[in-house]
Structures are given as C-alpha cells and as structure tokens.
C-alpha cells in the first residue's frame, strides 16, 4: 500500500513515517519545502515537497496513494496570529486532499483535544461524547476539519490526540500554557504514532477516538513539569499560565483497541534519565 | 553567556556607526534572550556558550568590525536554531 503522510517531517509524523515504513508500507510525504526534511528522507521515504493550501500540490502528491494520514495543520501558538491562515491550512487544506482522493480511500484526520474546549469546571475524565466548544482558532479549524471529513464520507478515523510529550530535552516556554493546578494529560510521540498508523486499519468504522497517554499520564500541570525535569536532571523555575486552557484528563476506553498506550510516564522518565546523563545533565 | 553580554555592551559603547550599533545590540537581545535555556548546559552547549563569549571578545580586539560582525551573527543564529528546535511541543 502507499500511504500518504501530510506534514510527514515533523516530530510526530517522522514517528508516523518511520512505523508505516517498519510495517512493510510505502510511504509518500507531502510537507513543505522549507522544514527540516534530513530525518525523514532517511526513512527511505518518496519525499513530496509542496504546500497543503495548494490545490495543484495536493492533487499531485494524492496520485496513486491508496490512504491518507493527515497531520499537516498549523498549531498554536502561530494558529493564533491569524485565523484566516489557519483556516486556510487547516481545514482547506484538509478539503483539498479530500478534493484528491476517491470516496472510498481511507483517511486518517488528526484532530485536538483542544476541541472540547476549557473543561476544567467538568467531570473527568473528558470521553468522546463532551459537547466540542471552541475557544481559539486552532480548536474551530480543527472542528470544522472533523465536519469536512465527515460529510465527504470516505472511510476515516479521526483522532482526537492530547499534547505530545518527547523524550528529549525540551526548553521551558516564558509561559507554561497551563495551570500548575491543573489536570493534565499527555501522550508520548511514538504511543500517538502507532494510534495513527493502527487506525487506518479501523476507517471503515468512521469513528472519533479520544488518544492520550492514559492513568500513568493523568497528573496536575506541576507534577507534570517537576517530573519531566527532574528525570533529565535539571533545576527549573517554571512560570505557569494563571488560567485555566483546553488540556483535561481524558477517557480513552473507545481507543484502548488499537492498543497504542505503550509507553507509561513512568518509562518517559527512565528515557530522560539516559537522555540527562548522555547530554552531561545528570 | 553573562561575559559574552558584558563584551557587547562595552563594543556597543565604543562603536560609532549607527547601523552596527544596531545589529549589536540585535545580536545581545538573542544572547540575553538564550542564556538560559536548558541546553546551553549540556555537553553540545557549553562549547557553544564557550564560542560565544569568543566570538564577542573577537569584536572587542577586531580592528575589522565588519567580518567579526558578521562571525558573530552567524553564531546567533546557529544559537537561535537549537533554541527553536527545542521549543516546546503543542498540540
């Protein structure tokens, strides 16, 4: 099968590349000409350079693929700074593939968690069903992409991924985008790959999956920071948003049949605690 | 990187002309605005927090301000890269 992977050379979808091209698939992916390619052409990948919000581009890199994984998006903060932009990447863009493709080729939409909104004042964990409400421009594209791909009624799974957490050494923002008291859940970057790439199998159902990393990865903001840093053996003074955002803790029970929560926090911590010691941290 | 900063201020002092002042003083606010992030301390940052307090005693003794200059900013941007590459991963 050849697989198309949209925004292929980022963090999460080298992860995609890299496991579809362990399974025996190959793999095309589309990303744009200025991102760092040098990981994922290593693959052995069929490199696709162009841009999601040219329809020329799509319909081309869309040639003789027999699935779609479609993660190229624009995210926060640079979502932000204009919602036109976002709208145009986003959930056009998500209309371009779909303009590319035949009806019956599976596609794979990565969605939010972000969609449900602020949902500190309700009950966790957050399951498929909680009302979507959105609150900043990334969260309404990517409803309005989900709607997209619904309508067209190709085969799909839509994910609903919680934030990527990698086992790398990752600066502290000015701002941590949450509360210290505030729940969170992450999901490690390989974990939300093979959701991805298991869910392909599943497109003919057409279902919404919430995936997130799980009871090991359900903490507050604080204890998620402290102990990210302490495994890699490093001292910070993290300043942390005094409002509450679009991060919860989430019901994954629907997804738990793709079998993708591989990697508890606990094991994210043994992985900084090499990191720590090969970069002379620890 | 606090020695790299201290360098700038004072070839920022002693240089007359208007747009080097200027891109001195865009050069320290990246150096101000890294110094401390996490990875300066590891073992692929210190030598680069070593080169950098380098490059800005360079420009201090450089008789040709235009070529230390220039050395200078393309180790900013060597460190704004790492900077960007490291931040933080939202969905």
């Excluded at chain 1, 050494?169 to 490690?188: A, G, H, K, M, T």
Aim: proline residues 4%; contains cysteine; negative net charge.
């Amino acid at each position: 099968m050849r697989i198309l992977v949209t925004g292929g050379a980022g963090r999460l979808g080298y992860s995609v590349s890299r496991q579809l091209v362990e399974n025996g698939q190959t793999v095309r992916v589309f990303d744009l000409p200025q991102v760092d390619w040098s990981h994922v052409e290593r693959l052995g990948v069929e490199a696709f350079k162009g841009d999601i919000t040219d329809q020329g581009s799509v319909t081309d890199a869309c040639k003789d693929v027999d699935a779609v994984v479609h993660l190229a998006a624009l995210l926060p903060p640079r979502s932000e700074s204009s919602r036109e932009l976002t709208m145009k990447v986003n959930v056009s863009g998500t209309e371009n593939i779909l303009n590319s493709i035949n009806s019956d080729t599976p596609i794979v939409l990565t969605s939010s968690i972000s969609t449900y909104g602020i949902t500190a004042n309700a009950k966790p964990p957050i399951n498929e069903t909680y009302p979507q409400t959105p609150h900043n421009n990334y969260s309404k594209s990517k409803i309005s992409a989900e709607k997209v791909v619904m309508d067209a009624g190709n085969p799909t799974s839509i994910l609903r991924i919680a934030p990527i957490s990698v086992a790398d050494l990752v600066e502290l923002p000015d701002s941590i985008p949450y509360r210290s008291d505030q729940r969170v859940e992450f999901i490690f970057v390989d974990d939300a790959a093979c959701a991805i790439v298991i869910s392909l199998k599943v497109c003919d159902d057409r279902e919404i999956y919430n995936i997130a990393g799980g009871k090991s990865w359900q903490m507050t903001g604080t204890e998620y920071i402290d102990r990210f840093y302490a495994a890699l053996g490093v001292e910070v003074e993290p300043v942390f948003s005094e409002e509450y955002t679009a991060v919860d803790w989430y019901d994954t029970e629907k997804g738990e049949r793709l079998g993708y929560q591989r990697t508890s926090f606990n094991q994210l911590e043994k992985k900084l605690e090499v990191l720590g010691m090969e970069m002379g941290l620890r | 990187m606090e020695k790299a900063l201290e360098n700038l201020d004072r070839v920022i002092e002693k240089v007359s002309d208007e747009a080097a002042k200027k891109r001195l003083g865009e050069a320290r606010k990246v150096i101000s605005q890294n110094r401390k992030k996490i990875w300066l301390r590891t073992k692929t940052g210190k030598p680069m927090a070593l080169e950098t307090q380098a490059v800005t005693e360079n420009i201090l003794e450089a008789s040709d301000i235009e070529y230390a200059l220039s050395e200078l900013e393309a180790h900013v941007d060597k460190i704004t890269e790492e900077s960007r590459r490291r931040s933080m991963v939202v969905t």
